[in-house]
């Protein structure tokens, strides 16, 4: 059964960092794209990042561009998504899913697959 968990999740103070996993199950990453997408209460689901096969290639969505990276180590099957500088509009379930490559932009996050059930960050102090 191919699975990503996404562990790391937690409450941190503004201005905190947080380290999201993103981890398989079932399959190698070594061939998919892996994004990172958030919900707040109330709100859509919304792309925050997404990473290349390779890892050659990111995307960032702008509210999180210059405090977030993504990166990934394939030997561990992780996909990672360092958080910094963090704000309480951070706050939200972080998922991470799969798919062959990268697609960003309105109506794409409907593309991606095997989807993690979530973990959830809150920024307050």
């Known amino acids: 059964q191919l699975q990503l968990v996404e562990s790391g999740g937690g409450l941190v103070q503004p201005g905190g960092s947080l380290r999201l996993s993103c981890a398989a199950s079932?399959?190698?990453?070594?061939?998919?794209?892996i994004g990172w997408f958030r919900q707040a209460p109330g709100k859509e689901r919304e792309g925050v990042s997404c990473?290349?096969?390779?890892?050659?290639?990111?995307n960032y969505a702008d509210s999180v561009k210059g405090r977030f990276t993504i990166s990934r180590d394939n030997a561990k099957n992780t996909v990672y998504l360092q958080m910094n500088s963090l704000k309480p509009e951070d706050t939200a379930v972080y998922y991470c899913?799969?798919?062959?490559?990268?697609?960003w932009g309105i109506g794409t996050i409907d593309k991606y697959e095997n989807w993690g059930q979530g973990t959830q960050v809150t920024v307050s102090s």
């Open positions: 899913a799969a798919r062959p490559y990268c697609l």
């Open positions: 079932g399959f190698t990453l070594d061939y998919y794209a």
């Open positions: 990473i290349s096969s390779s890892g050659g290639s990111t």
